[in-house]
C-alpha cells in the first residue's frame, strides 16, 4: 500500500481588490495588480512586466475567479490555500474574499488561515518607520481572536494535522509572549468545543528561527527564498556591519540578485532541524515591482527547476506537508498561477512532481 500523499498547501495572497484603507494609503483603486502593472525590467533579460495568464487581472471578490483559482490548484496536485489572515485588535483588512468563501461553502476546497501580525508600513517606498496600520497585543485580543476564528476552524473544509485545526503564526517573535498567547488559544478552543489547535510557527525571518515549542508550537514551517542559504558570508558580514552603522539592512542598489539553482541546492543541503518543521519551496521570487531600490530577484527559475526542487523535497523528507510559496505572491514575483510567458507550465511540474513521488514510494 502507498503512503498517504504529502498534502501541498500555497500561501495565498488575498490583496487583489480594492478597500478603504489601501485607497487612502496608496491611491485610489489601489490592489497588488497595481505594482505588478508598473513593473519594469532592470537589467537585460529580466523578465518585468510579468502579465498573468488565463485567470487575467482578477478582482478577488469575484466567485468565479475564486472557483477557477481552485479548479487549476487541484488539477496541478496543489491541495489546499493558505490565506493570509490581517487581524488588528479585531480590525480586519483583506478579509472581503475569505469571507465569502467561509459564508457561501464554495470553491470546495480545502483551506487554511496564517496570522500576517506584522504592522503595516511603507516599506514598499522605503519608509520602515511610516505605521499605516499598528499591532497591539493583550490576553483580551487573544481570546476575541481566537474566539473569531472559531467559525472558520469549524468548517468542513479547514485543514487539519492529526485531527486538529492548523493555524499559523507568520511573525511569532513578535509577540510580547508567545507561550502565554498560545495558552490562551488552546484554552479557549477547549472552552468553545474546537479541541486541540495544531499551532505552526513560519520561519519567516532570522529571529524566528530555533524550536517553536517552548512557545507553544506544535511546529514550525520552513519559509522560501531563505535568503541565509544563498548569501555569502561576505554579503551577510557586509550587511551586519551596515546595520551596526546606519541601524537598516538596505542598500543604494536598485536590485540584487541571486541564483535559483544556488537556493534550490542549498536549501537541499541544509541540516534538517531537531524539532517538526515542513518544507517550503518557491517557484520563483522578484520584488521588484514593489521596490524602486533594495530588490531581490531570484535569476535562472524554469519550471523544470522548481520541479526539481519539489521531488527532490519530497523524496528527501517525506513530509505530511509541503508549503508552496505561493499561488498568488504577484507583487514578489512568486507565485504558481498561470502568466503569459510560462503559461501553467509551473503548475504542471509541481504536479508531475507529485504523481512522481507517489509512484515511487512504496
Partial sequence: MKAQRTRSIAFYLPQFHQI???????????????????????????????????????????????????????????????????????????????????????????????????????????????????????????????????????????????????FLVYRAARLPDARRTTDLWRAEASRLGIGELFLARVESFSTERGDPRPGGFDAAIEFQPQWRQIRSSVVRSAARRVTQQFGSTRFDRPYNTFDYSTLVERALRAPVPDYPRSPCVTPRWDNSPRRESGAVILTGSTPEAYGEWVTRTLAAHEPDLLFVNAWNEWGEGAHLEPCKRWGRAYLEAHRNAVATHLATTP
Avoid at 29 to 40: D, I, L, M, P, S
Avoid at 59 to 74: H, I, K, M, V
Wanted: glycine share 8%.
Fill in 20 to 166: 478603504p484603507e489601501n485607497d487612502q494609503w496608496w491611491g485610489p483603486g489601489f490592489t497588488e495588480w497595481t505594482n505588478t502593472r508598473k513593473a519594469r525590467a532592470r537589467f537585460a533579460g529580466h523578465q518585468q512586466p510579468s502579465s498573468p495568464g488565463e485567470l487575467g487581472y482578477y478582482d478577488l471578490r469575484s466567485p468565479e475567479t475564486r472557483a477557477a483559482q481552485a479548479e487549476l490548484a487541484g488539477a496541478h496536485g496543489i491541495d489546499a490555500f493558505c490565506y493570509y489572515h490581517y487581524w488588528f485588535n479585531g480590525h480586519r483588512l483583506l478579509h472581503e474574499p475569505f469571507d465569502a468563501v467561509l459564508a457561501s461553502g464554495e470553491p470546495d476546497f480545502p483551506f487554511v488561515l496564517c496570522w500576517a501580525n506584522e504592522n503595516w508600513t511603507r516599506a514598499w517606498n522605503g519608509s520602515d518607520r511610516d505605521v499605516l496600520m499598528e499591532q497591539h497585543y493583550s490576553d483580551a485580543d487573544d481570546v476575541d481572536h481566537l474566539r473569531h476564528l472559531a467559525a472558520a476552524f469549524a468548517d468542513p473544509r479547514y485543514v487539519r494535522v492529526d485531527g486538529k485545526p492548523l
